[in-house]
């Protein structure tokens, strides 16, 4: 049986948002080049345009009809690559907290572009449809025959309670829906995703004085509240990011139910 392969639109490459997007990754990469230098006001510039571009991209996205799955995972791995150069400029030890953002990005991105209505919702559902690998795979179709046929099959049935099990252990705790509830629109997610973007660059100002010298103005107990807030918001994310880090290696562990 052939099968017709789909040919790429490399003319999404090329969408307006995406060009946005290139332009944000070259501003990333001459701030920090910026850095290295002492140019320290030029640094805060570049990174000023690309958090500024960041905002934009996504509007003229859907202004112009030109949201795209490309769209989707550049604007991220954009987002990774800035918080990891600024990790790695805080602290050498700050490259783990890099290391777990990209880490999760590629459990979550392998559930596909609807990661978080799987993660968020019913995980039974999305482990019975998601397939990682021919034992997953075998477990989805030995369920779909079993619908279809309407009998009762010992390997459905036995495959159904694997998947079951397996749902069970990687439920979503009820503080990770509270920070993914409506698409991260909400007080959990707010705060998870300040502490996500913000405390790297919150302790890049720490470290380069910037409240004593750009933001002398702000009262005197700003810089550590502010600290406070984002740190736990940061570790509110870090729930989050490991649990979805189970819930991969769930399903990377979950075995295919052969008939004997």
Known sequence: MSMDLVKPDLSILLYLPNLIGYVRLVCVVAAFWLLTLGHNGCFVIFYAVSII?????????????????????LDVVIDNTSRALLWAHIHPMGTLVSALEWTVFVCNHQLGENWRTHLS??????????????????????????????????????????????????????????????????????????GLHVLPLWLAGLKYKVFQTSLYFLPDLVPFWGLCVLVLGRLLCAYAELWCLWHHIVLLTTHAVHPR
């Open 121 to 194: 919702s019913d995980v039974y559902g999305s482990l019975s449809s998601i397939s990682l690998g021919e034992s997953t795979f075998s477990v989805h179709s030995n369920l779909i025959g079993t619908k279809r046929s309407g009998k009762k099959s010992p390997v459905g049935s036995t495959a159904n309670s694997v998947l079951r099990k397996q749902a069970d252990i990687c439920q979503p705790p009820q503080l990770v829906q509270w920070i993914l509830k409506n698409d991260f629109r909400s007080p959990g997610g707010v705060w998870a995703v300040a």
């Open 53 to 73: 571009l960041d905002g934009i991209d996504g509007w003229v996205a859907r202004k112009l009809q030109q949201c795209s799955q490309f769209g989707a995972w």
